[in-house]
């Protein structure tokens, strides 16, 4: 007994010593940001200078900033364009690729590569199709369909071409996933629907689309999430512009931490946004569960 005691000691003494420095960092990486993140709520002030405490002040700021209201409306319309775009294409090429085809491993492997590039390269490359100059992009349209659009540089368009190339960026990431799903579904089950008679739509309907929700809603709350904390696409291809068009939440942070705007009220907003993304999720999940309950 006494040996079976000191064992489990050494073995609890083994695993706290393995623990304890991971567990350290978590601390000082995730929950100490995290928690002085609400600290930072109470506080006006820039990052260099002092702080002045305000209490519940920037939740009132809230309320009356017009350009987050703005920011709000531009960060929903990239939402609205993004999302069902990358779920969309995700869910068709996941499909073309779960078919028996040739050179199918050769497909997966490239539509995966636009997830592979960095943020920096994918704007560049897009910077350089829509050129109003020389991109080819932007020239096809032009003198095929009489388009002259100023796809980064007009307000009315430049929101709409980001989350597009955004949305064209993380589809192979989304339809391997989704692959993954399709994977998982019996062929048993098509195969009883051929005998029943049943089209290829009625079958996807039928079969394919309900025993995809659960993939379905991952990527929903994926894309939601994303869509949401968008900054990387937009600080590369155009800095919140033309003027504030393409000011997104994220963005608008960034420029309230390193545009001279105070650190607590970017805090307070990055707060809003964590609830919302919260919410968010939380309606998904509650939507395809009622969905599935009918």
């Not at 073309?96 to 560049?124: C, E, H, M, N």
Request: one cysteine or more; aromatic letters at 12%.
């Amino acid at each position: 007994m006494q040996a079976i005691k000191a064992q489990a000691r050494a073995e609890f003494i083994s695993a706290l010593a393995f623990l304890t420095p991971k567990f350290g960092l978590f601390c000082a990486f995730v929950v100490v940001p995290f928690l002085y993140t609400f600290y930072l709520m109470l506080f006006q002030g820039g990052l260099i200078g002092k702080f002045r405490f305000v209490g519940l002040g920037n939740f009132g700021a809230l309320l009356g900033d017009g350009l987050l209201r703005s920011t709000i409306g531009n960060t929903l319309l990239f939402m609205a364009i993004n999302i069902p775009v990358t779920v969309a294409l995700a869910l068709g090429v996941g499909i073309l690729l779960a078919r028996q085809v040739k050179f199918r491993g050769v497909y997966r492997s490239l539509i995966y590569v636009p997830s592979l590039l960095s943020v920096s390269a994918t704007g560049l490359v897009w910077k350089i199709m829509l050129d109003r100059d020389a991109g080819p992009i932007y020239g096809f349209f032009k003198h095929t369909l009489g388009l002259e659009l100023s796809y980064l540089q007009s307000g009315s368009v430049a929101i709409v071409s980001v989350a597009l190339i955004s949305a064209w960026a993380s589809v192979g990431f989304y339809s391997l996933i989704f692959l993954a799903g399709l994977n998982g579904i019996p062929q048993e089950l098509y195969e009883a629907g051929k005998v029943d008679g049943i089209s290829p739509r009625a079958a996807f309907w039928h079969i394919t689309l309900p025993l995809l929700k659960p993939v379905l809603q991952l990527v929903l709350i994926l894309t939601s999430i994303s869509a949401i904390q968008v900054f990387d696409i937009i600080f590369v291809l155009t800095q919140g512009g033309p003027g504030t068009s393409t000011y997104t939440v994220m963005w608008y942070i960034y420029k309230s931490v390193f545009g001279g705007g105070s650190v607590g009220y970017a805090a307070t907003i990055s707060v809003a946004v964590m609830v919302f993304s919260i919410l968010l999720a939380g309606a998904i999940v509650l939507i395809t569960r009622t969905r599935e309950a009918k």
